[in-house]
């Protein structure tokens, strides 16, 4: 499974910026692709999932600012922010995943695309 990020970029706060992640390969095996992100300093961090049953989880800093869904017949995941913050800032990776547990730690994933820098001015 391959996985490629785009769309971030600068964004003053208070703004929105959509996130997209293409895949391609086996794909079928999959059961949940993710965005992680990671602040200069800081761990890593989950920000979303979507499982193939299509259930969504939000990390506690973006819940309720943040929007995740996927489009099979384009082969892209998307992550909407709204209502951006400075704390936003980070590179932000997608994952993809095999597993059926812990969708929240960035090890349970096996597949992780180049990331993008989101960057949000005060």
């Known amino acids: 499974v391959q996985l490629q990020a785009s769309g971030g970029g600068l964004v003053q706060a208070g703004g929105s910026l959509r996130l997209s992640c293409a895949f391609s390969?086996?794909?079928?095996?999959?059961?949940?692709m993710s965005w992680f992100r990671q602040a200069p300093g800081k761990q890593r961090e989950f920000v979303a999932v979507i499982r193939n049953s299509g259930t969504r989880n939000f990390g506690d800093s973006v819940k309720g600012r943040v929007a995740i869904s996927r489009d099979n017949a384009k082969n892209t995941m998307y992550l909407q922010m709204n209502r951006l913050k400075p704390e936003d800032t980070a590179v932000y990776y997608c994952?993809?995943?095999?597993?059926?547990?812990?969708?929240?730690?960035?090890?349970?994933?096996?597949?992780w695309g180049q990331g993008t820098l989101v960057t949000v001015s005060s």
């Open positions: 994952a993809a995943t095999q597993g059926n547990r812990a969708y929240e730690t960035d090890t349970s994933y096996g597949y």
């Open positions: 390969g086996n794909i079928l095996s999959i059961n949940a």
